[in-house]
């Protein structure tokens, strides 16, 4: 299972991005999606998760009504958009997947990550 991430950069408090990750090597459509982040000296964070089919989402307190997870089986891509970015959002960020189609907050649940895209959130 390979998953490529895209999308981070520098960008001010306040504004948007949008990250996309890429997965092959098996049937998306089965399984759930996930985005972690990890700031620098800090554990690597549950930010949102997504099931199967895209119709049940989870998402962290922290990012909870700025931030939307979704997917796109079609493209075999999940995406996260990050809206009213606070300097507190900068971290790496990774998206990964599982064995369960269903939502999970935890990092055990993920066998498979990402390389990683880095976010920075200027003030």
């Known amino acids: 299972v390979q998953l490529q991430a895209s999308g981070g950069g520098l960008v001010q408090a306040g504004g948007s991005l949008r990250l996309s990750c890429a997965a092959s090597?098996?049937?998306?459509?089965?399984?759930?999606m996930a985005w972690f982040r990890q700031a620098p000296g800090k554990e690597r964070e549950f930010v949102a998760s997504?099931?199967?089919?895209?119709?049940?989402?989870l998402h962290a307190d922290s990012v909870k009504g700025r931030f939307n997870i979704s997917r796109d089986n079609t493209k075999n891509t999940v995406y996260l958009q990050m809206n009213s970015l606070k300097p507190e959002d900068t971290a790496v960020y990774y998206c990964?997947?599982?064995?369960?189609?269903?939502?999970?907050?935890?990092?055990?649940?993920?066998?498979?990550w990402g390389q990683g895209t880095l976010v920075t959130v200027s003030s």
């Open positions: 990964a997947t599982g064995r369960s189609g269903s939502v999970s907050f935890r990092i055990s649940g993920y066998d498979y």
């Open positions: 090597g098996r049937t998306f459509e089965i399984y759930a």
């Open positions: 997504i099931n199967r089919s895209g119709g049940s989402t």
